[in-house]
């Protein structure tokens, strides 16, 4: 799955995203690992995903705040959910665009 964020008149970008647990059945527990792009911050909520059986679906949130508004640039970062043996990774290309009424500047 792929995460691609843009900032336009806006520091922060929001997205709430759903994983599907299609391992075990049984508790199983998923903690974040974020890796963020120079100048912007990334929080995840909640850092926990805990699935009870299969099928299940639970969401989370993303939070990206760019440091600048309106400095063109871009990056990437990626969004890790490790449970000691399995990893689902979620790779997150940013860019930073600067907007003058709505078009981009150049």
Known sequence: ????????????????RR????GPAGSVNYEVEVEAPEGVE???KPERLVFEKVGERVRYTVTFVSEKKGEDGGGFG???????HYNRLTPSPIQKVQRV???KAQ
């Open 19 to 22: 994983l599907t647990n299609v």
């Open 1 to 16: 799955m792929l995460l691609s964020v843009v900032f336009g008149e806006s520091r922060v970008v929001r997205y709430t």
């Open 42 to 44: 990334v929080m995840v």
């Open 101 to 103: 009424n709505g078009m």
């Open 78 to 84: 990626r969004i890790t959910w490790k449970n000691g």
